[in-house]
């Protein structure tokens, strides 16, 4: 059975930092692209970042860009995302995901992934 688990959300002040981690098993995810998505009350799910499956590459929404890092543990089934600088409009419930590396379709998009965590929320207060 395919689980996806992240870790790492709860309070924190805005300027300050948060580290999520999601680790994934059930199956190799040395072919899947990993990323992550949150969603706040009332709106719809937002990609935040996305790592190739070799950790080579990586991918931010505009809204995080130069604030989030996201990053692959040495097995592949963990990622992180670094949240730096966050700021209430921060405040969500953020998804791990997978997709295979070779799906098609948009990379932004949730429809495109295969595999998602149950979140885990963040909020940050103002």
């Known amino acids: 059975q395919v689980q996806l688990v992240e870790s790492g959300g709860g309070l924190v002040q805005a300027g300050g930092s948060l580290r999520l981690s999601c680790t994934a098993s059930?199956?190799?995810?040395?072919?899947?692209?990993m990323g992550w998505f949150r969603q706040a009350p009332g709106k719809e799910r937002e990609f935040v970042a996305g790592?190739?499956?070799?950790?080579?590459?990586?991918l931010y929404g505009d809204s995080v860009k130069g604030r989030f890092t996201i990053s692959r543990g040495n097995a592949k089934n963990t990622v992180f995302l670094h949240m730096n600088s966050l700021k209430p409009e921060d405040t969500a419930v953020y998804y791990c995901s997978a997709r295979f590396t070779y799906s098609m379709g948009n990379y932004y998009s949730a429809s495109t992934y295969d595999y998602w965590g149950q979140g885990t929320q963040v909020t940050v207060s103002s």
């Open positions: 790592i190739r499956w070799s950790g080579g590459s990586s």
């Open positions: 059930g199956r190799s995810f040395s072919s899947y692209d």
